[in-house]
């Protein structure tokens, strides 16, 4: 119960878009929240990128996205995040977290995927 799995990244140019998605094992229960985070080379820590309230589907996002990224939700158990705009600064591997607070924290979430990379080239 609660795993999920990234897909989607790659390599792309400056400017370039990608769309990563996440599949989460069974329905998503209304009350969680989805969310993305990304760790860029020689980073220790998780970066918040952006979350789904899943019930509501309101959104949130990091200023550094904020405008270039979109979270969207496919179906009951499907999460999409797609990048525009995308710039050398986005290259780091991008996870997908399950939890059940509002929070910008790693520590809320419970299950991660293993993460997919995603390369920005100048």
């Known amino acids: 119960q609660g795993q999920v799995v990234e897909s989607g990244g790659g390599s792309v140019q400056t400017g370039g878009s990608l769309r990563l998605s996440c599949e989460h094992s069974?329905?998503?229960?209304?009350?969680?929240?989805m969310a993305w985070f990304r760790q860029a080379p020689g980073r220790k820590e998780r970066e918040f990128v952006g979350?789904?309230?899943?019930?509501?589907?309101?959104t949130l996002y990091a200023d550094s996205v904020k405008g270039r990224f979109a979270i969207s939700k496919d179906g009951a158990s499907t999460m999409h995040l797609q990048m525009n705009l995308l710039k050398p600064e986005d290259t780091a591997v991008y996870y997908c977290?399950?939890?059940?607070?509002?929070?910008?924290?790693?520590?809320?979430?419970?299950?991660w995927g293993q993460g997919t990379q995603v390369t920005v080239a100048s």
């Open positions: 977290a399950r939890g059940s607070q509002y929070d910008t924290t790693p520590a809320a979430y419970n299950f």
């Open positions: 069974g329905r998503i229960l209304s009350s969680s929240v």
């Open positions: 979350l789904i309230r899943w019930g509501r589907g309101s």
